[in-house]
Structure formats: structure tokens, C-alpha cells
């Protein structure tokens, strides 16, 4: 079977590493908004991982007339009461900074202790089809925020979220560990075993 298309509908270079990394082996011809610099900017105003990934899948699908992937990722953290959340990649305003955003994230724990700093990531995936159909799948990772960043690995607020049983940063965790372990990781576990079906399902129409 030739390689299957389908398009990661984003333009952030890590995001498209990652998941470059963790859909290895599938035989997929895994393309980027890198690729297509006409595409639509799609606002993520939506109230959920899901609604936000939805649709900017659904866009690129339409607008590329090819499979597009799509995930919401965001950070919740407890004594925050789940914030910054779907405001993750904003957490310190437009534009969106990596660097601000953990800043603004420890200023916001500035004494908190370790039992009131535990978090979670959690990522939600939408692979839309030009048809119309949708597959959704959803991966978490609890961890706790350090009180300073620590490696240089990963994007976001990696540096910063601390995975207890291990004692690293996501940062500090060669990028095959982290992909066992992150949220994105394992939603594309949970992908994986859906995708081509799903995929193989749109060709099938033709």
C-alpha cells in the first residue's frame, strides 16, 4: 500500500517533531501548515481541548482536501483551579511566548508547596477527513510544576513540569521517554491502532 497522506495541521516546528516522532512507522506521508502557507488561520476560541482541535482539523481537511490531524493540548494545574488550561499557549498574552508563559506560570506558584503544585497535561487529537468524519482521541500525564526550569529538551512548559516517579522535567527525558510518557504520547497510543482504518476509510469512498 502506498503511503497514506494526512496533514498535521499545525505550524509550530516541535508540535511537528513530536508528532512526527511518536506516528513513526505507520507508512503515513505526513505533511505540515508548513507545507500549505495558504491554508486558513483557524482563532482557537473554542471552551475545550476538543472544540479547538475539531476545528482546526476540519478546516485543514476543507481547505487541503486531504486527512488533517489536529490536537489541543493544554495545562491544568491544581492549585490554579485548572488553569491556565485551553488558554495554555497564551497563558501571558498575545503573542504566544513559551518563556513568558512559564514565567507567569511560577510567579503565579511563587511558595506554593509541592502537594499544592501536582498538574496535569492533557491532549486531545481530531483527525477529520474531507468527508466530514471525525476520530477522536484524548491522552493525559500527571505530573507537578518544578519551582525552576530545569533541561533543554521538548517546547512549552516542559521545562517546568516535573514527573515525580522519574524526578526530571519532561525537558530533561530523552524525546523516546517522554513520548511513553507526555499526553501527545498517549493519545497517539491511542490513535494508533484507529488511524489507518480510519485513513484507509476515506480512500475507500473513491
Known amino acids: 500500500m502506498s503511503a497514506l497522506p494526512l496533514v498535521l495541521a499545525t505550524g509550530n516546528a516541535g508540535k511537528v517533531a513530536e ?30 481541548y476538543e472544540e479547538n482541535a475539531a476545528a482546526k482539523a476540519v478546516a485543514i481537511a476543507r481547505h487541503t482536501g486531504l486527512p488533517a490531524l489536529a490536537d489541543d493540548s493544554g495545562l491544568e494545574v491544581d492549585a490554579l483551579n485548572g488553569a491556565p488550561g485551553v488558554r495554555s499557549a497564551r497563558f501571558a498574552g498575545e503573542p504566544a511566548d513559551d518563556r513568558r508563559n512559564v514565567e507567569k506560570l511560577l510567579r503565579s506558584l511563587a511558595g506554593a508547596p509541592a502537594a499544592r503544585r501536582t498538574a496535569r497535561f492533557r491532549c ?20 507537578v510544576i518544578a519551582e525552576r526550569p530545569t533541561g533543554a529538551g521538548g517546547f512549552g512548559y516542559d521545562p517546568v513540569f516535573l514527573v515525580p516517579v522519574l ?9 523516546e ?17 484507529r488511524l489507518l482504518r480510519f485513513l484507509v476509510g476515506d480512500r475507500g469512498r473513491h
Open 19 to 48: 508528532l512526527a516522532e511518536i506516528l513513526e512507522g505507520l507508512g503515513l506521508d505526513l505533511r505540515s501548515l508548513l507545507d500549505f502557507p495558504g491554508a486558513p488561520v483557524v482563532v482557537e476560541d473554542g471552551a475545550s
Open 124 to 143: 486531545v487529537i481530531v483527525v477529520a477527513r474531507p468527508d466530514g468524519a471525525r476520530l477522536t482521541v484524548e491522552g493525559t500525564c500527571e505530573g
Open 167 to 175: 524526578g526530571r522535567t519532561f525537558a530533561e527525558l530523552p524525546p
Open 177 to 193: 521517554e517522554k513520548h511513553r510518557l507526555s499526553h501527545r504520547g498517549r493519545a497517539c497510543a491511542a490513535l494508533r491502532g
